[in-house]
Structures are given as structure tokens and as C-alpha cells.
């Protein structure tokens, strides 16, 4: 049986420039600093060796001490594995698959990973130095919460600056946010940092989806786990730079993946929140298919908006949208008439 030593002349014993207690002569023991949860960053990456350079590096360059950092290839030709492990060395895992779509390669980053936390990061986005330390002490401390996210700056194919997306704009409270998440989805995936558990219970990202996967996720995360938002800009992500096909396809997925989780969850979403996603839901995208040159769906979707206003301010967003359709329709017209007549509704 060990017993503390105490030394007579009060507090705790000295030790000597060798590290040797003074009064027994045995070395003393260095206080060790309690170990933090590892956290692991997932880097799903597809021909995009310059990019990837950079959202490697900001991964590494963080103030948070373990942090594992999995790239996945997804099949990519442009020799971008090589270039990052030539770069980087074994100080990032670099997994290699084929082709199969963001949302694959996510998967199968996730489910390699070691961490007691999961963080996001495609490959053409960037952390701050102080992203995962800020986020994992949040955690930390509201063992409750599931996942935390931050405010996000939006940046252009050059990297400048554009705008701030903050996300108390839609996420006014942290906790049980579902009611809001409904409203508008938006995630960001470079923003997001959840625990392992988060993962186990909801799963990963939807494959069968070409875009959208992300709001999918968001709102399966918020149905069974309450969320938080550190209020600061921690996340610089490249909007997107996507053709207008693919633009218009993003639109769909988006009004897919809404309707069928309001359909799916009917019985834990209240009805008044039914109504409210599905409206904010038709509106947004309204205006998304005006500016992909679809004016037929745009209109269509701005029908079904107006059958699910059920109060004041839904009218007013209803009144907001056809006034907007309008503008550009007489607009185009307009164009039209000139000869001059563009896809972009500007």
C-alpha cells in the first residue's frame, strides 16, 4: 500500500533540478495533460489535385492537437492521391476507390475513420486555424448536443471573398432546431463537426442523391439530435460552379428531399411546420429554376407555394415570389424582344 508523502515543513515535496524528490529520492512524476478526444476530418476529393492541396493544409494547420486527416480519392485521373502523398506524406491517409460520387466517397472516408468526432471538409473548401479546436470545445462541454457548425464565408473560384453566411440568420437558438432546419437546410458540409455516435444512429449521406445529399443529412441529424452554431465565420466554402443542367438538377433534389422527409416524418413533424418546409421550400426553388432558364418549373413551384400559405407572412412570401417571377418574366420579354434574350434571367 502506497501512502501520499508529505514533507514537514508544509505543501507538497521539493524537487531537485535532476526531477528527484528531496526527501525520499525517487523521481518525481511529470502531471501528465488529460488526452482530448481524437477528431477526424474527411476529405472526399475528385480531380482536384490544386484544391485539395490547400484543404489539406488547412487541416494540418490546426490550433487542435488530434486530429487524423482521411483523404478519399474518388477516382480521380489528374494524379491527385499522388500529388497530396508526395506533399503531405503519413501525415494524412489518402484512400483510394472508384468513381462513385461525393457522397460515396464521404461514406467510405466516415467509415474509416478512428475519431471520436467526425469533421467535414470537401476539397475545395478551407478551415480557419481555430475551426475544429472551437467546435470540439463546444461539445465538450454540452455532451448533449450532437453536432455544432459554424458561420461560414463564401468565396469565389479565386478565392475572394463574397459574402457571410451566418447562421444564427436561420438557426436562431441552439438545441432542438428541427422547426428551423426545415425552413431552410442549408449545411455546408465543411462547417459541420459531429460525434461518432451522430454517424452510428442516423447514418451517412444518401447515395442514391447527385446533389442535395448534404440538406438530406441535415435534417436527419436535426429530427434526432439537438444542434449548436459557434458564431463565428471558421468555414470558407467555394460556392458553387456548376452549369445550369446541373444547377436545375440541384433545384429537383432539393424539393425531392424535402417533400419526402416531410412524408416520411408526418407523425413527429407538427403541421404547421409541414407547411412552412414546403412552402420556404417551393419559394426557394421558384426562384432557382427562374435563374436555370426553367421558367415552367419555376412556375410550377410557385403554384404550390401559394397552396401552402397558411398565415400572414407566408402571404407575404407568397406576394414577395410573384412579384419577383413578374419582374423576370417582363424582363425576359423584354430581352426577347431586343434579340438579346440571355439564360440567366439578368
Known sequence: ?????????????????????????????????????LVS???????????????VATALSQ????????????????????????????????????????????????????????????????????????????LERRPDFGMVLTDVVAMDEQRRELDRF?????????????????RNPALVPASATFRRAVYVDVGGFDETLRTAEDLDFHLRVA???????????????????????????????YVGVIESFVEGNRDRIAPPD????????????ARGFLCAGDVREAVRCAVRCARRARTGGDAAVVAKLGADLAKTAALRAHRSLLGRCDVDGR
Open 1 to 37: 500500500m502506497h501512502f501520499p508523502i508529505h514533507d514537514p515543513r508544509g505543501g507538497a515535496p521539493a524537487v531537485d533540478d535532476r526531477g528527484l524528490c528531496e526527501l525520499t529520492g525517487a523521481r518525481a512524476v511529470p502531471k501528465l495533460e488529460p488526452v482530448r478526444p
Open 166 to 182: 451566418r447562421r444564427r440568420d436561420i438557426l436562431p437558438e441552439d438545441g432542438d432546431v428541427l422547426r428551423w432546419v426545415l
Open 223 to 253: 429530427l434526432r439530435w439537438k444542434i449548436a452554431v459557434v458564431e463565428q465565420p471558421l468555414t470558407r466554402a467555394m460556392r458553387g460552379h456548376d452549369g445550369l443542367s446541373e444547377l436545375a438538377q440541384t433545384y429537383q433534389d
Open 63 to 138: 490550433t487542435y492537437p488530434e486530429i487524423e486527416v482521411i483523404v478519399v480519392d474518388d477516382g480521380s485521373t489528374d494524379g491527385t492521391a499522388e500529388v497530396l502523398q508526395q506533399e503531405f506524406g503519413d501525415r494524412i491517409r489518402v484512400l483510394r476507390k472508384a468513381n462513385g460520387g461525393v457522397s460515396s466517397a464521404r461514406n467510405h472516408g466516415l467509415a474509416a475513420a478512428h475519431g471520436d468526432y467526425l469533421a467535414l471538409l470537401d476539397s475545395d473548401d478551407e478551415w480557419l486555424p481555430t475551426h475544429v479546436e472551437a467546435q470540439i470545445d463546444l
Open 41 to 55: 476530418a474527411v476529405i472526399p476529393t475528385y480531380n482536384r489535385a490544386r484544391d485539395a492541396r490547400i484543404a
Open 274 to 285: 409541414r407547411d412552412a418546409a414546403l412552402l420556404h421550400a417551393y419559394a426557394r426553388n
